[in-house]
Each structure stands twice: as C-alpha cells, then as structure tokens.
C-alpha cells in the first residue's frame, strides 16, 4: 500500500510559489493499475515524482507499507527505489554508449546481481520484448520503439513491485505504443502495481482506476465515466 497523508508541494521560483500538488489522502494498494491525467502543469509529475521517492513534500508523508520514505536516510530511501520500483520515461533515459544489453544489465549491477547472471537476465528480457537481435545495438542504432522497449526491458529486469511510467506512450507509433501497454497488462496479472500518467485516453481506459489532477488537487473519476469521456 502507498498512502499520501496530508502531502503538500510546494515550488518556490524567483519569488513565485506554486502548490503544485495538494493532496490530504490518497491511497492505492499493491496490485493496483492506476492511471493519472489532466491537464499540462496540474501537478502529474510531481506526483510521480513524489511517490517514486524522488522529490519530498513540502509537507506531509508518504507512506509506502510501513515506511515513512522521506523519514529514511538517502542510502535507504535510494534502496527503496532500487529494489521495489521501476520508472519509465517518455524520454526512455536510455545511456546512449551504452549497448542495449549493457543498459539492461545497469540495474542488475547496481543491485550486486553477478556479471554472468546479468548478462542472461539482461538477454532474456530483451528476448521477450523482441529484441534478442539488437542485444549490442547502442541507443541511436535503434528505432524508437526499440528504444522504448529497451527501457521497459530495463525497468523490469529487476523484478520491481511498483511501476511508475510518466507518459510512457507519449512518442510512440501505435504499434509500439501497444507493446508498452501490453506490458502493463502483464504486470498487472503478474500483481504489479502501475502508476502511469498519459495524455492518452485509450491507455487511460487500460487502467483499472484514474486519477485526475487539476491544479494540484486528486480526485477519482469512475472507470465508466472515463470511457464516455
Ligand atoms: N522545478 C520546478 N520549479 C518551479 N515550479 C515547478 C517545477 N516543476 C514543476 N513546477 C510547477 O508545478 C506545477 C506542476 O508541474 P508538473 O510538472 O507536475 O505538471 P504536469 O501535470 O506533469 O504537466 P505536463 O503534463 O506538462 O508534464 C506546474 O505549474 C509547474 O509549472
Ligand atoms: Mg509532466
């Protein structure tokens, strides 16, 4: 279970202060599929952000289980990260001389995996997104969609609990983009939780439950509502 209890962000600029995101409760419990959307600036990153222990409230906790993740130690905040979550970025964040095995293996060896375990991790995963033939391929020798299937290669690799994607389909052709959603659906029936924020509203309806921010505030829209929308 994630819970946000009484979380504000606040952003101080030059003088200006944006609450880019107030929240009083939230909750979402392990397994669930979660879609977050609204309108550009409404605080869907942050939230992300936020909830991927990468940005700390302003005020606020959250909660992830039993653990208060801004309460811990960078060292064990970053563990946190390492070992139950896994983030996907519409801009991929893909190491560009990096072959694509290479950067598959890179959350592996960062979790102390040994070198010939990542390599066999690394090439099954790839295999299973289709890409078993571009394995020494780097970045820029790639398509797109292979290189956003390269990056949820590397997201899953580590066997995360918790997936966080930020406009995962944002760049991609349909073909790809249905491969990501594809991927989704399969981690959701493998007890994933999913914690995605689209435009789209086609990958918004693949989703279990949807979030929509409006200028920083939560609410629930129902799943047949948003299907009419
Ligand atoms: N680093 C920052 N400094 C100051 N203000 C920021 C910062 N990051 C975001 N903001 C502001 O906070 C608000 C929420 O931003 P956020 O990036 O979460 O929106 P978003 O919903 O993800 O938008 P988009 O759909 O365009 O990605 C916006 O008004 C934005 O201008
Ligand atoms: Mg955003």
Redesign the pocket.
Known sequence: MIRLENVKRI?T?RGQT?T??QCEDLRISAGEYVAVV??????????LSLLGGMLSPTSGRIWLDDTSVYEQSVISRSAIRRERMGFVFQTFNLIPYLTALENVQVPLALNNVSPVNQVGLATAMLQRFGLGDRLNHKPSEISVGQQQRVALARTLVNDPQIILAD?PTGNLDPTSREVVLKAFDTCYDEGRTIIT?T?DLTAAARAKRRLV?ND?QISEESFSRAKVA
């Open positions: 952003y600029r944006v880019a995101l609204g309108p550009s600036g409404s605080g869907k990153s942050t939230l406009e924020v435009h921010l920083g």
